[in-house]
Nanobody, 116 residues
Framework: QVQLVESGGGLVQPGGSLTLSCAAT????????MAWYRQAPGKERDLVAI???????SYADSRKGRFAISRDNAKNTVYLQMNSLKPEDTAVYYC??????????WGQGTQVTVSS
């Protein structure tokens, strides 16, 4: 069983930056892919960025250039650096992990609010 614990959300002014972290805990697992999703009020959850165990990354087009995903395999932790934040980035951000055995896990979510 894998548990994902997110941190780093909060209130930030437009143009500001935040870094989200997500640590995977448990035993007997190997995480293949980690990703960040977000869900704005009244909208579906959608992909922000994804990173493989080899460090290959992919971003939703609207976030490319402003967001950066990274991971520390030794710590089973994934990060999301968010820059030049806009009010439309306001959402609950969720961490996702997929193991080598095909199991999929979600974190509890962390709120990011971009407002002046």
């Amino acid at each position: 069983q894998v548990q994902l614990v997110e941190s780093g959300g909060g209130l930030v002014q437009p143009g500001g930056s935040l870094t989200l972290s997500c640590a995977a805990t448990g035993s007997g697992f190997s995480i293949r892919v980690m990703a960040w999703y977000r869900q704005a009020p009244g909208k579906e959850r959608d992909l922000v960025a994804i990173i493989t165990s080899h460090g290959t990354t992919s971003y939703a087009d609207s976030r490319k250039g402003r967001f950066a995903i990274s991971r520390d395999n030794a710590k089973n932790t994934v990060y999301l650096q968010m820059n030049s934040l806009k009010p439309e980035d306001t959402a609950v951000y969720y961490c996702n992990a997929a193991t080598g055995s095909g199991q999929n896990y979600w974190g509890q979510g962390t709120q990011v609010t971009v407002s002046s």
